[in-house]
């Protein structure tokens, strides 16, 4: 059984959420009877320099109360991430002020080195380098916020632990795993290295549409935690409405025995909390994009259910301001900067979705094909 825990909470104000920490700490022993000197890390989603205010980040009063819980029981509390771009002092420096880190109470992480491991029971990431601040945990809580994601569908639990990546070697991931199922397997691997010891969702106010870091703010109304970050995942799903097969790294997540949705505990009904009209791309996933197969009717089928079916990243040519982020991110050099507006060369481009998360005014997004939109209108009628 794993036991996923939510809590109602419409509002970041301190009391309320205070109210709704000590509800989890409550509900989970080893929060509850943590031990004085446990060096807590908290991996919080911190992708971008932005206003908790946009929905993009885990907002500061959570982590202020966790923070305050842990430091009460005379454990040390340090809280990172690695967002794309540099991974240096001064980088992160701007996102912690921005994203207000520093009203959190905990210790900003301040090392930016990192380390090689090799993971021989990784399904597909048997080697990788990751943000060595993590090796001084002995308590890994990772922090997340409930999105929307370009190319994964959702953004919650399970993706939050791409952020143990260092921030310029993230494009090279998405060469090394191109397709869908490859790409959710390399991110499980990572929640299977690291093992979060606890996951917590803030889905207060989540992002639907254009997420993960330019789409809308909407108030979700509530705090998720468990142990099992899988099964968590499963039940945000379902929140905003979407199901196993809609979220790669749960479906795949599923086929690995990682977890069993008719083996949930709840503390409440998850239906008083599903939010009907959530905007989201459904379709994303629902393809496998990039074949491996060898071969060339293997190779055609792919380029061609790529052309008809595929989402793709699209310039909203008057909002662009020709910064080139978009072209510095992606990982297949597919972007120019043309006239002072971005291009993608389509040949190139792997959907992988780096343009539209990095792009600073929301100029790129994704867009489903012709027949998708139709396909999916046809569902919605039904
Ligand atoms: S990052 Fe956005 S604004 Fe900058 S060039 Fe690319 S699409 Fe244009
Ligand atoms: S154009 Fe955008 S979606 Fe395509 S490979 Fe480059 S970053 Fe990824």
Do not use: W
Not at 251 to 260: A, E, I, T, W, Y
């Amino acid at each position: 059984m794993s036991k996923v825990c939510i809590y109602k909470c419409q509002s970041y104000e301190e009391k309320e959420v205070n109210g709704v920490i000590d509800n989890i700490i409550n509900s989970f022993d080893l929060l509850k009877k943590i031990k004085k000197g446990t060096k807590v890390v908290i991996k919080a989603n911190l992708v971008s320099a932005m206003d908790p205010n946009k929905a993009v980040t885990t907002h500061p009063v959570l982590l202020k109360s966790i923070t305050n819980y842990l430091l009460s029981k005379g454990c040390s509390v340090v809280i990172g991430d690695s967002p794309g771009g540099v991974y240096t002092k001064a980088y992160l420096n701007r996102v912690y002020n921005a994203t207000k880190m520093n009203e959190t109470c905990a210790i900003l992480n301040n090392n930016f080195s990192t380390k090689k491991t090799v993971f021989k029971k990784a399904k597909v990431l048997k080697s990788f380098e990751y943000t060595a601040y993590l090796d001084d945990a002995d308590f890994i809580i990772n922090f997340c916020k409930l999105k929307t994601h370009g190319m994964m569908g959702m953004s919650c639990a399970v993706k939050n632990l791409f952020g143990t990546i260092p921030g310029t070697m993230k494009p090279e991931y998405h060469y090394r795993f191109p397709n869908h199922s490859d790409f959710a397997n390399m991110l499980i691997d990572l929640n299977e290295y690291f093992k979060p010891n606890m996951n917590i969702v803030d889905a207060i106010v989540g992002m639907e549409g254009n997420g993960p870091t330019m789409g809308d703010p909407r108030r979700i109304g509530c705090v998720l935690a468990s142990t099992n970050p899988y099964a968590l995942d499963y039940i945000c799903a379902k929140i905003i409405g979407l199901g196993i097969n809609d979220v790669e790294t749960i479906k795949q997540s599923k086929l690995r025995n990682l977890f069993d949705e008719t083996k949930i505990e709840l503390n409440d009904d998850v239906d008083k909390y599903v939010i009907k009209d959530f905007q989201i791309k459904k379709d994303i996933n629902s393809l496998m994009f990039f074949s491996n197969k060898k071969g060339f009717f293997s190779k055609l089928i792919s380029k061609a259910s790529n052309k008809i079916f595929a989402n793709k990243p699209c310039l909203k040519k008057s909002k662009c301001i020709g910064c080139g982020k978009c072209a510095n991110i992606c990982p297949a050099k597919a972007i120019t900067i043309d006239n002072k507006k971005a291009k993608i060369d389509r040949s190139k481009c792997i959907k992988c979705y780096c343009c539209q998360e990095f792009c600073p005014i929301g100029a790129m997004v994704v867009k489903s094909s012709l027949v998708m939109k139709v396909l999916h209108s046809k569902k919605r009628k039904k």
